[in-house]
């Protein structure tokens, strides 16, 4: 089945800097949504982005598809982006949306 | 107006209980899934009914089982809890099924 790769694995940042978050994809895709699952446990969809870019306050979103790839921008990071970022994919013909491990993002005041 | 809702958002049980979790949408989606999040933060897919039909099954024990009484409800039944099933269960919903899904809150069911 398809895997998603998502890096890195665990991201610190001081409140104010900005980061990149990254998905990969090993086949090719009909559906990509970024979620930020917050410290009390809800999953927030940020984007659905199958392609192109997308942009939502401080949180921006691009999609290459023909190279298998996701990004996720967050700056000016508050306290409140901390939580886990998650990339999550259906491939073509399938139903099913896997999941990456996800990015635990920290942000110190 | 909460759009995709479950309860209980807790359920602490037995080993060997059978407890059912629910799930509503008011979205009029016509794919609703239930996922598993496992205590590393893991999630995946267990199932998912379009149009009152089951579409995906996972390699889930038959412990469990989705019941869909109509469009805009997937309920979860497990039967003979096991300690292995403590997880956050989530339900989803979308229209069609490459759109976009909505999770709800989710359930934390710890199996003692």
């Known amino acids: 089945g398809i895997q998603v790769e998502q890096s890195p694995p665990d991201l610190i940042l001081q409140e104010g800097a900005n980061s990149t978050l990254r998905c990969n994809f090993s086949d090719s895709v009909n559906n990509l949504q970024w979620f930020h699952q917050n410290p009390w446990g809800q999953l927030i969809n940020l984007f659905y982005i199958p392609s192109g870019t997308k942009q939502n306050g401080r949180l921006s979103a691009t999609t290459v598809a023909t190279e298998r790839y996701s990004l996720l921008y967050i700056s000016s990071s508050q306290t409140t982006d901390s939580g886990v970022y998650f990339c999550a994919v259906k491939p073509h013909g399938n139903n099913d949306m896997r999941f990456g491990a996800g990015t635990r993002l920290t942000v110190k005041p | 107006d909460t759009a995709v809702s479950q309860t209980p958002k807790y359920l602490v049980t037995q080993m060997g209980n059978d407890k059912s979790i629910k799930c509503e949408q008011n979205l009029g989606h016509d794919t609703m899934y239930w996922y598993k999040q496992d205590s590393k933060k893991f999630l995946k897919i267990m199932f998912s009914y379009n149009n009152k039909e089951l579409i995906i099954n996972e390699t889930v024990p038959n412990r469990f089982s989705p019941k869909s009484p109509d469009k805009a409800h997937l309920n979860l039944h497990i039967n003979s809890l096991e300690l292995g099933d403590s997880a956050v269960y989530f339900c989803?919903?979308?229209?069609?099924?490459?759109?976009?899904?909505?999770f709800g809150q989710g359930t934390r069911l710890t199996v003692v």
């Open positions: 989803a919903s979308s229209q069609a099924r490459m759109a976009e899904a909505f």
